[in-house]
């Protein structure tokens, strides 16, 4: 089956560094990818939706120019959080569109000390 | 809008017993449903959908959920729980033209005791 692979799933930066997560499609082409994050016991929020070779759709409150989208190519999507702080501490998942459903990565988790 | 309520953020079982996770979604268009399964620090895995076709669906692991539209509702059920189903369960809703941003529910514990 489809198979999205997402690196590192864990990663520890100083406060005011920059982290980028990496989502890569195995064998198929992912058009559109979508971004979640998720706090410690709850639920996934969609924080933005990219499209290969355009510009990422943000969702409300989410600031875009903190988390940059990039959907360079069909099989790879990139998450950078720039100048973090702990309250960026959370994890963050990827999902791909791949035939009738989404595959999903098996998340990162960024801790910012 | 859609939005999903998944009554209960624990549910506990014996191994052995049922198990009923509950959903119920609002959607202004037709919708389709998912279950998924998260496992400590991990991704979601797909347990089932509903995309309209039969309204009782199987899905792996021995899960099963039925939509009922008169009822907005699409509880997941295993007839028997095995130790190893313990995890985070989560409801989805999405449109049904093409493919559509998914809408999670809160989530549910499902805690099994031997």
């Known amino acids: 089956g489809a198979v999205v692979s997402q690196h590192p799933s864990r990663v520890i930066c100083k406060s005011g560094t920059s982290v980028k997560i990496e989502c890569r499609s195995l064998?198929?082409?992912?058009?559109?990818m979508f971004w979640y994050r998720q706090f410690p016991k709850q639920s996934l929020m969609l924080m933005a939706t990219s499209n290969e070779g355009s510009k990422a759709t943000y969702e409300q409150g989410v600031e875009k120019d903190k988390f940059l989208i990039n959907h360079a190519s069909l099989t790879l999507s990139t998450l950078t959080v720039t100048s973090a702080h702990p309250e960026d501490s959370s994890f963050y998942i990827c999902?791909?569109?791949?035939?009738?459903?989404?595959?999903f990565g098996s998340g990162t988790r960024l801790t910012v000390v | 809008a859609q939005s999903v309520t998944q009554l209960g953020s624990h549910v506990s079982v014996s191994e052995g017993a049922l198990v009923l996770l509950r959903c119920n979604y609002s959607s202004s268009v037709p919708p389709y449903l998912f279950w998924y399964v998260q496992y400590p620090n991990q991704g979601l895995q797909l347990l089932l959908k509903?995309?309209?076709?039969?309204?009782l669906v199987k899905g792996i692991n021995g899960f099963e959920a039925e939509f009922k539209k008169s009822e907005t509702s699409f509880h997941l059920t295993k007839p028997s729980a095995h130790m190893s189903d313990a995890a985070e369960y989560f409801c989805a809703v999405s449109g049904n033209t093409g493919f559509q941003k998914l809408v999670f529910g809160t989530g549910t514990r499902l805690l099994v005791s031997p």
């Open positions: 064998d198929f082409q992912a058009t559109t």
């Open positions: 999902s791909a569109q791949s035939g009738d459903g989404y595959t």
């Open positions: 509903y995309t309209s076709a039969a309204t």
